[in-house]
C-alpha cells in the first residue's frame, strides 16, 4: 500500500492575496518559492505578500529560481535554502510549477498563493 499526504492549502481568486492576513500560517518563517520572472516584483505582487505576511509576524526568505519543468537539483537547492534559512513552512507563489516536487523535498506544510 502507498500512501502520499500533501498538506496544502490552495488560495486563489481575485483579491486572494490582499486577503492572506487573515489565514492562520503555519509557521513563522516561510521559503516564498516562485520563478525567476520578473512580473511579481514588477507589478507589485512580492511587495503585496512581504506586506500580509509582516501583518502575522511571518518572516520569509525567496527562492526565485524555480523552472518551468524543475528540475531535481532546482527542488533540492529551494529544499537545502529552507534548512539553511530554518524556514518552517513554503509558499508556491504564483503558478504552480513549484508544486512539481519542492514542498515534500523540503518536508515542510505549505501554501501555494
Known amino acids: 500500500m502507498y ?6 492549502d490552495l488560495y ?24 525567476s520572472g520578473k512580473s511579481i ?9 512581504e506586506k500580509q505576511l509582516k501583518e502575522q509576524n511571518v518572516e520569509f526568505s525567496l527562492f526565485d529560481k524555480i523552472l518551468p ?8 537547492e529551494a529544499a537545502s535554502q529552507a534548512k ?8 508556491g507563489f504564483g503558478g ?3 508544486s512539481g516536487g519542492c514542498p515534500h523535498k523540503a518536508q515542510l506544510p505549505h501554501a501555494q498563493v
Not at 500512501?3 to 496544502?8: K, M, R, V
Not at 481568486?13 to 520563478?35: C, S
Not at 516584483?41 to 505578500?49: M, N, P
Not at 539553511?84 to 509558499?91: K, L, P, R
Open 3 to 8: 500512501q502520499i499526504y500533501f498538506p496544502t
Open 41 to 49: 516584483k514588477r507589478f507589485g505582487y512580492l511587495a503585496e505578500l
Open 69 to 76: 519543468n524543475p528540475t531535481k537539483d532546482s527542488i533540492m
Open 12 to 35: 486563489f481568486g481575485a483579491g486572494a492575496l490582499k486577503e492572506l492576513h487573515k489565514i492562520k500560517m503555519p509557521g513563522k518563517k516561510a521559503l516564498v518559492v516562485t520563478t
Open 84 to 91: 539553511a534559512e530554518d524556514c518552517d513552512f513554503v509558499i
Open 96 to 98: 504552480a510549477r513549484w
